[in-house]
């Protein structure tokens, strides 16, 4: 059975940093592309940054510049780096993985459980 466990978040001044992780089990991780959502209270879940099985990486403009996306393929692990946290970036954190590169949460076949992001003023 797939598993995709996330770790990382917490409470987080603006301007802070946090590092996410997601760990994958029972799944051909290197084959697979990869992506990191969120979905605050009240709102839809929406993407924030993929990585290809190939390595290459995309972002949601809100992020670029502030947040980076990598994987270990020999830990089946796929990071999310947050630099300069605003408090629009609290919320709940997914990752998850499809078989295509995408930014539509329909296209992506496995998901963790999220973990969450609070920033504060």
């Known amino acids: 059975q797939v598993q995709l466990v996330e770790s990382g978040g917490g409470l987080v001044q603006a301007g802070g940093s946090l590092r996410l992780s997601c760990a994958a089990s029972e799944l051909p991780f290197s084959a697979y592309n990869m992506g990191w959502f969120r979905q605050a209270p009240g709102k839809e879940r929406e993407f924030v940054a993929g990585?290809?099985?190939?390595?290459?990486?995309y972002y949601a403009d809100s992020v670029k510049g502030r947040f980076t996306i990598s994987r270990d393929n020999t830990k089946n692990t796929v990071y999310l780096q947050m630099n300069s946290l605003k408090p629009e970036d609290t919320a709940a954190y997914y990752c998850?993985?499809?078989?295509?590169?995408?930014?539509?949460?329909?296209?992506?076949?496995?998901w963790g459980q999220g973990t969450q992001v609070t920033v504060s003023s």
């Open positions: 990585i290809t099985n190939a390595g290459s990486t």
């Open positions: 998850a993985s499809s078989v295509s590169p995408s930014r539509r949460t329909a296209d992506y076949v496995y």
